[in-house]
């Protein structure tokens, strides 16, 4: 059964940082891409950054570009998401999801920004308040 837990996220100042944490199991690490999605009050989801274990590319939302930074850690088969200069808008729920890689078709560009991802686990919250 494929688990996934994320962690990290609480209440920060404007201008403040988080580290979230997508723990996965039950699946063959680097197979598999992990993205991060939040979903704020009244607003769909959107894809913010993502990863691919398979080759280590990654993507971005424009709202995050040079603020957020996706990593994974194989050995942990657990994936960051380090967010800094945090602003009001940033506040949501932030989802953690998986996805099956090793596909020659696959972009995670594409899938990042459009979704359709096999595995989701729970939110954690993040709130950019003064």
């Known amino acids: 059964e494929v688990q996934l837990q994320a962690s990290g996220g609480g209440l920060v100042q404007p201008g403040g940082s988080l580290r979230l944490s997508c723990e996965a199991s039950?699946?063959?690490?680097?197979?598999?891409?992990i993205g991060w999605f939040r979903q704020a009050p009244g607003k769909e989801r959107e894809g913010v950054s993502c990863?691919?274990?398979?080759?280590?590319?990654?993507y971005s939302a424009d709202s995050v570009q040079g603020r957020f930074t996706i990593s994974s850690d194989n050995a942990k088969k657990t994936v960051y998401l380090q967010m800094n200069n945090l602003k009001p808008e940033d506040t949501a729920v932030y989802y953690c999801?998986?996805?099956?890689?090793?596909?020659?078709?696959?972009?995670?560009?594409?899938?990042?920004?459009?979704?359709?991802?096999?595995?989701w686990g729970e939110g954690t919250q993040v709130t950019v308040s003064s």
């Open positions: 999801a998986a996805t099956y890689s090793r596909l020659l078709s696959f972009s995670i560009a594409t899938m990042c920004s459009e979704g359709g991802w096999d595995y």
């Open positions: 039950g699946l063959i690490f680097d197979e598999f891409a």
């Open positions: 990863i691919t274990n398979t080759n280590g590319n990654t």
